[in-house]
């Protein structure tokens, strides 16, 4: 297998993964969605993590690059349930994330 076959094989690889990780992403936000209880209105990033499957870390990548919006409270930065919940409309629409 040449050098380029190898790249074209793990842009394949990553890119299945991403798919995957976003019908994750998206089934998991569906299921918080139809709790009893009404969303929350803010997360801190820890919360808003583990409502995406992702790291805490992952939201501060994703919140430094503009795809969510944060608000101050304090000394917190917050996150809105509306941005949330726009990053995975984006991400099913199929829109690339780049951090």
Do not use: C, F, N
Not at 21 to 44: D, I, K, N, V
Not at 55 to 83: C, D, N
Request: charged share 20%; hydrophobic share 40%; glycine share 6%.
């Amino acid at each position: 297998m040449s050098l380029t076959q190898t790249a074209e094989s793990l842009q394949e690889t990553a890119d299945e993964l991403r798919s995957m990780l976003t019908q994750l992403a998206a089934a998991r936000w569906s299921q918080t969605q139809q709790g009893a209880e009404p969303p929350r209105m803010l997360y801190g990033y820890a919360e808003a993590a583990d409502a995406l499957s992702v790291s805490a870390k992952q939201i501060e990548r994703l919140a430094a690059a503009g795809y969510l919006e944060t608000v101050p409270l304090g000394r917190r930065r917050l996150i809105p349930h509306s941005s949330l919940d726009e990053l995975v409309k984006r991400l099913l629409a199929g829109e690339p994330i780049a951090l």
